[in-house]
């Protein structure tokens, strides 16, 4: 026996000689938005999906360098004695916490190509390598014994850069992918 | 005299004071750190709206003696108002959600404290207030009290910026980095921000709560007019300090606490304790607002008593709509939602409920029944029907900007 095409599917729910035409065309309506709810969750990784991915990377990567920028800012402040610890404490812990879902965002993208896919891990690595300089810079506000504040600051300015390549990087092989 | 005209300073202080809440601060600060200043127009068209709708609905609650949403009911029908009643309360209880967010956040940056642990406190405190401070004194203190966030336009000369630059950023225009999409996103956030659906519904409820009559419409009048254009500059001086120190070092604002760093940079660890009051000063008062609107909207729809003159046992459901409103806050709050998130999606739906709250009110300011001859002039007519294109307009937009945008990426 042969199956019904869904087109016949689609004709037996919205051509019933019983529904009013509105309903009928309402029926129609509701299935053609159904399919195309499927048809946009199937499986569609072209180059362009790539380059929205990758879109989506350099948003996090950007959430990120401003976490980083917050930080240098709280440190810069606290060491001199223009921001109370307590609130330079708070600043970088949301900082921190920016920081690593960044990381969590970055890691969480699938992409299609090898070459974009090394593209994600050099930003991961850039956003991760961020997160130990932020929370470094943490540790500092409670012990400023324990290192310099020039310290804490060149690391957090290595952090910046670093996300700043990747930003390129990624914005490079964005462009690729989008120009025709 | 002499005592008149410090009522009179007295209103526009706590008008100035009280104008800005946890939605302006976070919107204002988020846009200052992606767009400078390219949408301050944004606030002034807000403060505009915000100055008609406040004034149409401060004259029928002196005029007729009784609140907007009393009057609504009646002129309008439980049907009609019902639909105002669901879509009014819906945003006003995710604003009070947002206020008591901010209060935590804002004790937050004073004591390093997570701000989960202030909420049940915010919570509390709030609820006290309501149930035990005279009106007057409620409005008054957290009014004066945000003043304070006079602190950012302090800073804003205290950093001494290029002020022609600054100037020039006032042009409307689509930052490179960011699409018009996401710039129109934000545009609806702001008004939405300075056009909150509770803030005309307190103030006409306040308005009989304080006895208004005829004779106060002069008064209302100058607190609305001068106050409120007032609080506008303020919510302009936060972008601009954001504008300043945050977005050339590439900071977009995603909390609260990076609001503190420019008062740092301009005036140092005093200038931030008194931002920090402000902030705390601001989210309390529009959390008591808030509430409070939640209040009156419910029981002046259903005919129950309330008000703040009333004692409690006079009005225990009036009390009892704004208890249940506090524990939804705690409730929301709890479940380790982001305060400034909601502070944000609250902003957006407010534009989406805004046409359905302000269109009775002009309905009523027109109805000689109720207003005599204090019904609106072509004037104020044409600004309100103006400003309900503006509202229709934003409203639309909100939700599928909104999509599109990613809540502004």
Not at chain 1, 42 to 50: C, E, F
Not at chain 2, 33 to 60: D, Y
Not at chain 2, 237 to 247: E, T
Not at chain 2, 304 to 318: C, L, N, Q, T, V
Request: overall charge negative.
């Amino acid at each position: 026996m042969r199956e019904p095409s869904i087109h016949a599917s689609i004709s037996s729910v919205t051509n019933r000689p019983d529904l009013p035409p509105a309903r009928r065309w309402g029926a129609t309506a509701l299935v053609l938005a159904l399919v195309g709810v499927l048809a946009g969750c199937g499986p569609a990784a072209t180059r362009t999906d790539d380059a929205n991915v990758l879109g989506s990377v350099s948003d996090h990567l950007d959430d990120s360098s401003s976490a980083v920028a917050s930080a240098e800012l709280a440190v810069r402040g606290s060491a001199a004695g223009r921001l109370p610890d307590v609130t330079a404490d708070v600043v970088v812990g949301d900082a921190a916490e920016t920081a690593t879902g960044a990381v969590h965002g970055i890691g969480t993208v699938v992409l299609s190509t090898a070459d974009a896919e090394q593209v994600r891990d050099d930003a991961l690595d850039a956003a991760s390598g961020a997160v130990g300089p932020v929370t470094a810079a943490r540790t500092w506000l409670g012990r400023p014994s324990s290192s310099s504040a020039d310290e804490v600051l060149r690391a957090l300015d290595d952090a910046a850069t670093a996300l700043d390549d990747a930003s390129g990087a990624v914005r490079h092989v964005q462009w690729a992918r989008t120009a025709p | 005299m002499k005592s008149r005209l410090l009522t009179v300073a007295l209103g526009v202080l706590t008008a100035i004071g009280g104008f800005l809440d946890a939605g302006d601060l976070v919107t204002n600060a988020v846009v200052g750190s992606r767009f400078g200043l390219s949408l301050a127009w944004v606030v002034l068209v807000g403060v505009v709206g915000i100055c008609v709708f406040a004034h149409m609905s401060g004259k029928v609650a002196a005029v007729s003696g009784r609140a907007t949403f009393e009057i609504i009911r009646e002129r309008l029908g439980p049907t009609t108002a019902g639909l105002n009643l669901v879509a009014s309360l819906a945003v006003t209880v995710l604003t009070l959600i947002a206020e008591v967010g901010g209060i935590a956040l804002a004790l937050q940056l004073a004591s390093s404290v997570d701000h989960r642990l202030w909420v049940p406190v915010a919570v509390l405190a709030v609820w006290l207030v309501l149930w035990r401070v005279k009106f007057n004194l409620m409005e008054n203190v957290t009014g004066l009290m945000g003043l304070a966030l006079v602190g950012f336009a302090v800073a804003v000369f205290l950093l001494g910026p290029d002020w022609g630059e600054l100037g020039s950023q006032l042009v409307p225009n689509v930052p490179v980095q960011e699409s018009a999409a996401v710039y129109w996103y934000f545009a609806v956030a702001l008004f939405g921000a300075a056009m909150t659906p509770y803030e005309v519904f307190f103030f006409s409820s306040g308005g009989v709560e304080d006895s208004w009559t005829v004779k106060d419409l002069a008064t209302s009048r100058l607190n609305v007019l001068v106050g409120f254009p007032l609080g506008g500059l303020l919510s302009i001086s936060i972008a601009a300090c954001a504008a300043i120190v945050l977005l050339p070092a590439g900071i977009q604002v995603d909390s609260m606490s990076q609001l503190t760093l420019p008062a740092a940079e301009a005036g140092g660890t005093l200038l931030v304790a008194v931002v920090i009051v402000g902030m705390v000063a601001a989210t309390f008062g529009a959390a008591l607002e808030t509430a409070l609107s939640t209040g009156y909207t419910i029981s002046q729809y259903l005919g129950w008593s309330w008000g703040k003159f009333r004692r409690p046992a006079r009005a225990p459901r009036f009390h009892l709509a704004m208890i249940l409103a506090l524990v939804v806050a705690v409730g929301v709050l709890m479940t380790n939602v982001d305060p400034v998130a909601v502070t944000e999606y609250s902003v957006v739906f407010s534009a989406v409920a805004l046409p359905l709250t302000y269109l009775p009110i002009l309905v009523v300011a027109n109805d000689p029944e109720y207003m005599g001859e204090h019904v609106n002039g072509r004037f104020m007519n044409v600004l309100g029907t103006v400003y309900l294109v503006i509202l229709v307009v934003a409203a639309v937009s909100a939700i599928p900007l909104m999509i599109v945008t990613e809540a502004g990426g």
